[in-house]
């Protein structure tokens, strides 16, 4: 009795959310108009890579901050290290991951390139060459991380420091996040990579500080 | 041709609703982890359909993908600290 009337719910709040959907009118503001007339001095052809980067670059800039806040707030619980996997992975998948791997950094490497013309992105290329890291995490042949050194700190917070630079920097052409018309493909270039990397070991510590399996099976 | 991708559309939104309602009913976790997986892979294609490619690039990557191996690697991560003692075999 009670499963059906909690199904019957759920059916007519769904109808109710499909009638409320269909009776939408036409958004308030349609944006698509000044985003296509101002392309031309964005720095790039893609126009969601022009306002991820350069339009809204605010959104993005905090985006990223939320993510390494949650790298923070995992690395701030500080979990003992676990014993390492059951058994030592299969040379086969050990040998897949080899041969998978460098046509993933190719494909990551693509993505953020192709952003700047095309579907593509810091976020995109930075996930594919996180999910590298992770298949040879998985595989036995790249060891969990423990407390970051130095030099993982610079890679994890490089990208968010390397974009409030440029920002910064740019504060004497105009406002915070404003990029000169003539440098801004280069500067939107600039910061993309710097993302990408540091999204890949940010994605990357997710999985690899949680593992807390810093023996690996080399 | 219109009527092809109409009926594409409907198995696509069948499909979709199918592959969350089993990974919700799952009884067992990892086959729910794996459905979850199917689901957003799936979710790329619909936002794909909706001429929406570069969410359908995040979905796969960071939503059907490095979720999905993150929720296995946890299932792991539970269930060997349910049974230590196999590991120090």
């Known amino acids: ?218 | 041709m219109i009527s092809v991708s109409l009926s594409f559309d409907l198995l696509l939104a069948g499909a979709l609703l199918w592959s969350a309602w089993r990974t919700l009913a799952a009884r067992r976790i990892d086959l729910a982890i794996v459905m979850f997986i199917v689901f957003g892979l799936l979710m790329t294609i619909a936002w794909t359909r909706l001429r929406a490619p570069d969410i359908g690039l995040a979905e796969a990557a960071i939503g059907a993908g490095l979720t999905g191996a993150l929720l296995l690697d946890a299932l792991g991560a539970i269930r060997r600290k349910k049974s230590p003692s196999k590991d120090n075999a």
């Open chain 1, 1 to 218: 009795m009670k499963r059906w009337s909690v199904i019957l719910a759920a059916i007519a709040l769904s109808v109710a959310l499909i009638l409320a959907i269909l009776e939408l009118g036409p958004a308030g503001i349609d944006l698509r108009l000044p985003v296509a007339e101002n392309m031309a001095s964005s720095g790039v052809t893609h126009p969601v890579t022009a306002v991820l980067l350069n339009f809204r670059g605010y959104d993005t800039l905090l985006e990223v901050a939320v993510l390494l806040i949650a790298l923070f707030g995992i690395l701030a619980v500080g979990m003992e290290p676990l014993p390492s996997l059951v058994k030592p992975a299969d040379p086969m998948l050990q040998r897949l991951a080899r041969f998978a791997c460098p046509l993933v950094i190719v494909a990551g490497v693509y993505l953020l390139w192709a952003g700047a013309f095309r579907p593509g992105g810091a976020f995109q290329a930075g996930a594919l060459l996180a999910a590298a890291i992770v298949l040879l995490h998985l595989s036995g042949l790249w060891p969990g991380w423990g407390t970051p050194s130095w030099r993982q700190r610079l890679l994890l917070s490089g990208g968010f420091a390397v974009f409030l630079a440029v920002s910064v920097a740019m504060m004497g052409f105009g406002a915070l996040l404003e990029y000169p018309q003539a440098y801004a493909g280069l500067l939107i270039l600039l910061i993309e990579s710097g993302l990408t990397l540091s999204l890949a070991a940010i994605l990357a510590g997710l999985f690899l500080f949680l593992s807390r399996d810093t023996g690996g099976n080399p």
